[in-house]
């Protein structure tokens, strides 16, 4: 069973930084898409960056994050990051960790519903 589990979000003024983190567990993800998502209050969730567990340099990003956002993955670590910088009070929202195996594409890794696996998700809150 597939567990994911993030951490690091918090409040911080704009223009910082932050780096959440997503735990991952329970199986062998070599195959898997690991995908970042957000949502903030009366909105639907919307993807923010994606990558491959076993190849880690094809990632997607949402052309909302202008540069802004990296992802990554430490394989020992089975830790997914994201790396986020010159954060917006726009940026502010809960994001989830998700995971799945699909094929390649970027038509697939921005569909949440494509996802099936999810985690609880961590708090960002930007203040201006």
């Known amino acids: 069973q597939v567990q994911l589990a993030e951490s690091g979000g918090g409040l911080v003024q704009a223009g910082d930084s932050l780096r959440l983190s997503c735990a991952a567990s329970?199986?062998?993800?070599?195959?898997?898409?690991m995908g970042w998502f957000r949502q903030a209050p009366g909105k639907e969730r919307e993807f923010v960056a994606s990558?491959?567990?076993?190849?880690?340099?094809?990632?997607f990003y949402a052309d909302s994050n202008e540069g802004r956002f990296t992802i990554s993955r430490d394989i020992p670590k089975r830790t997914v990051y994201l790396q986020m910088d010159s954060l917006k009070p726009e940026d502010t929202a809960i994001y989830f960790c998700?995971?799945?195996?699909?094929?390649?594409?970027?038509?697939?890794?921005?569909?949440?519903?494509?996802?099936?696996?999810w985690g609880q998700g961590t708090q960002v809150t930007v203040s201006s």
């Open positions: 329970g199986r062998n993800f070599n195959n898997y898409h």
């Open positions: 990558i491959m567990w076993s190849v880690g340099d094809n990632a």
């Open positions: 998700a995971a799945a195996i699909f094929p390649y594409a970027r038509a697939h890794a921005i569909e949440s519903r494509n996802y099936d696996n």
